[in-house]
């Protein structure tokens, strides 16, 4: 009984570092996974507009408090759906996540191997999808397709995208180092603004990239023009020197889980500025 006291005792002093330690880890998440949406500059919005009904308590500002008040519920309808998009982003990728999953760095190597591949396919006219998985589960778009967890290899990759084999018209899946699956379908995007020029591949591509964190490496059919989709852009007309330069930055950034705002901005800072790599919607043909 004296034991149980004990450890009873021993839990009243562990429990308060406990709770602050869990919320720490909960709040972080929270802003790691806003940080990858456009949801980050709505919090930052309702974070002003909290400071300003805070000022105007601080200083009994009734006029203003009052006026805060009665547009709260306006503003919290319009916010949901204004940002649904955004909202329903959120949820999918709750709901995808592998918060405590161990981070597996890409090698150079492996995705010198993919980029080659790329440019082959490049120089034949042959289209090409190819999706880098980096912290969101994409357990539901790897079953769409055939299962083959195969060494990366640039030959293998050729393959796959050739005509008239059986998988080349869907998405090979990067996951782990390792091709996972191949002939994967995935989600069109919804976005209105798309040119009419781009087939169903980059579609496809900037589709995904709503929807999860991951990389896609697209290969034009008609003009063979290399493009990464990545945090709902696309950017068309890479260099295979840019592309794997990128690729690098984007898969590193994306598993580090300190990766700041920052330095994703110089990633779309540096592909708008180099030759035609421009995001899709402002691009013209």
Known sequence: MELIQNILSAYDIVRPVLDVLIL??????????????????????????????????????????WLLTVLAPGIFVTIAIVFQPELRKIIIRLGQRELFRPDIKPRL???????????????????????FARRSNIKNIIETGTRLNADISSSLIVTLFEFDTPLHDGAAIIQNNRIAAAGCLLPLSEQENIKKSFGTRHRAALGV???????????????????????????????????????????????????????????????ALEGDAIPLESREE
């Open 24 to 65: 720490t880890i909960l709040l972080y998440k929270c802003y790691d996974l806003l940080q990858q949406t456009q949801a980050a500059q709505l919090v930052k919005g309702l974070g002003f507009l909290a400071l300003v009904y805070g000022f105007s308590v601080l200083f009994r500002l009734s006029t203003l408090q």
């Open 109 to 131: 190597g492996l995705l010198e191997a993919v980029v080659t591949a790329a440019e082959i396919l490049s120089q034949k006219r042959r289209g090409m999808l190819v999706v």
């Open 209 to 271: 990239s709503e929807q999860s964190d991951v990389v896609v490496l697209v290969v034009s059919e008609e003009s063979g023009a290399m493009s990464l989709a990545f945090d709902g852009k696309i950017y068309y007309g890479l260099s295979s020197i840019e592309v794997t330069r990128k690729l690098k930055e984007l898969l590193d950034q994306g598993l580090r889980k300190g990766a700041t705002e920052s330095a994703q901005q110089k990633i779309l800072e540096d592909l």
